[in-house]
């Protein structure tokens, strides 16, 4: 950490404009925004600048700051803003490309040591909760669940994995078990996993947003990076200012657009959309889900819901591959909640809302470094709720250099998208309709 003398930070500490607010959803409706930080004018030097104020900057500041680092957070829009204050809110452990191809990728070993550490970094955020008194609503338990005998016999194997190899305890419950928890004849079982849980996503970007402020982070919203000079001592530029330092972190995922080509060309910005019902009353909303557990399918375009604790049912699920929402999405999403729970024909939507998340070729981590004080985390690919936190707490240790985690990562080979920016949508909206005709075919 490069603690010299520098010429004193000129900078003029400017509120954000009013245009920079909370895209309308049940989140930003149900808790309280953090104070609108300044943003960014004149020019600053520290240690360490960080691109996005999401889950993955977030941590990596408070990280660093908490060891003696001067950190400052660039934001284009508000601290929670993007995927980290609007997902589906499911803490599950391991990674989105799961354990058998994390195997393919790097060996069973290295798979192995991943996903322990995705373990560690579930404790890392349960720790940070309490630590900082972050009022997120969390809640134990997530199953998996099968529509197809396919699905049941991969879901089946792969308790026995957990158990047996991985040394995760996860349960197999059978049809009748999964019912008497879950009140839906969809599903033909669950991996249940008591570790795994589910939290309100937005409440918890903004318990560390405020613990990384409380730690002396220097956060600037409103203030989009326009272009970064790398080289000995990076700079990152704004409209109205720039920061010098000795180490920069790129955490801008899905909405990382124009300051690193070759990590965009490694990334594919997909929609996805949630939903929220009305209150439906506590013993309504308990007769859906008994013991609150957060619930996903195996479909390739899966659904997923939870319990909100004001008792609405919270389900997610379709994707869009253009910066559009998919049409008729409210009648779209309202059918497939009642798929899942016909006894809801009479409930309807209160809420609807959607963010762009980022998809990796092979859905596996990209973290890692393209010059020895340029680091960057993406590719979290619709399961980052705990391992975004895991990346920034990795990129905070390598810069505090402890690299061995990120270098672990590293290892995992990472292609392009075919076709560049222009045949990249297309190629993999092909992809996907083979997979959603593989899920209703057998």
């Not at 996503?201 to 600037?220: H, K, N, Q, S, T």
């Not at 470094?369 to 619709?382: D, I, M, T």
């Amino acid at each position: 950490m490069g603690q010299s003398a520098s010429p004193p930070n000129e900078i003029t500490m400017t509120p954000a404009i009013e245009k920079h607010t909370y895209p309308d959803s049940w989140y930003a409706a149900s808790t309280t925004p953090l104070p609108a930080q300044p943003m960014l004018q004149g020019r600053i030097e520290v240690d360490v600048c960080i691109l996005g104020a999401g889950y993955t900057g977030l941590s990596a500041a408070l990280e660093l700051a908490e060891a003696g680092y001067r950190v400052v957070v660039l934001e284009a829009e508000r601290i929670g803003w993007g995927a980290s204050g609007r997902n589906g809110g499911q803490a599950i452990a391991g990674f989105s490309c799961g354990e058998a191809k994390l195997e393919a990728l790097v060996g069973f070993d290295d798979a192995k040591k991943m996903f322990d550490l995705s373990l560690e970094g579930l404790h890392w955020l349960r720790g940070r909760i309490d630590r900082h008194g972050i009022d997120c609503d969390w809640r134990d338990g997530h199953a998996t669940v099968p529509i197809k005998p396919r699905q049941q016999r991969e879901v089946e194997h792969a308790v026995e994995d957990f158990n047996t190899r991985y040394r995760h305890p996860v349960q197999w419950w059978d049809r009748e078990r999964l019912r008497s928890e879950l009140a839906s004849d969809r599903y033909l079982g669950a991996m249940y996993d008591p570790v795994s849980g589910h939290l309100h996503p937005l409440a918890y970007a903004l318990g560390l947003g405020r613990a990384a402020l409380d730690a002396g982070v220097r956060i600037f919203e409103g203030s989009r990076v326009t272009r970064l000079v790398r080289g000995a001592r990076p700079v990152l530029k704004t409209a109205a200012g720039e920061v010098v330092c000795d180490s920069v972190v790129l955490a801008g995922n899905a909405l990382l657009r124009g300051i690193a080509p070759e990590l965009e060309s490694r990334m594919m910005p997909v929609g996805t959309y949630i939903a929220a019902t009305p209150p439906l009353g506590e013993e309504r909303a308990r007769a859906l889900i008994r013991n609150d557990m957060a619930v996903a399918d195996t479909n390739w375009a899966l659904d997923y819901f939870r319990l909100g604790r004001d008792h609405r049912l919270l389900f997610g699920g379709r994707a869009s591959y253009s910066t559009l929402p998919p049409p008729n999405l409210r009648g779209v999403m309202t059918r497939r909640m009642h798929r899942v729970f016909p006894q809801l024909r009479d409930v309807g939507i209160e809420y609807l809302w959607g963010g762009m998340i980022d998809i990796s070729l092979n859905r596996a981590p990209h973290w890692g470094r393209l010059a020895p004080n340029l680091y960057f985390a993406q590719g979290f690919s619709g399961h980052g709720l705990i391992a975004a936190g895991l990346a920034g707490t990795t990129l905070a240790q390598a810069i505090r250099g402890q690299s061995e985690r990120l270098d672990l990562f590293a290892k995992i080979d990472h292609r392009p998208f075919p076709g560049g920016r222009a045949l990249r949508t297309p190629l993999l909206v092909a992809a996907m309709a083979w997979y959603k005709l593989r899920d209703a075919l057998w």
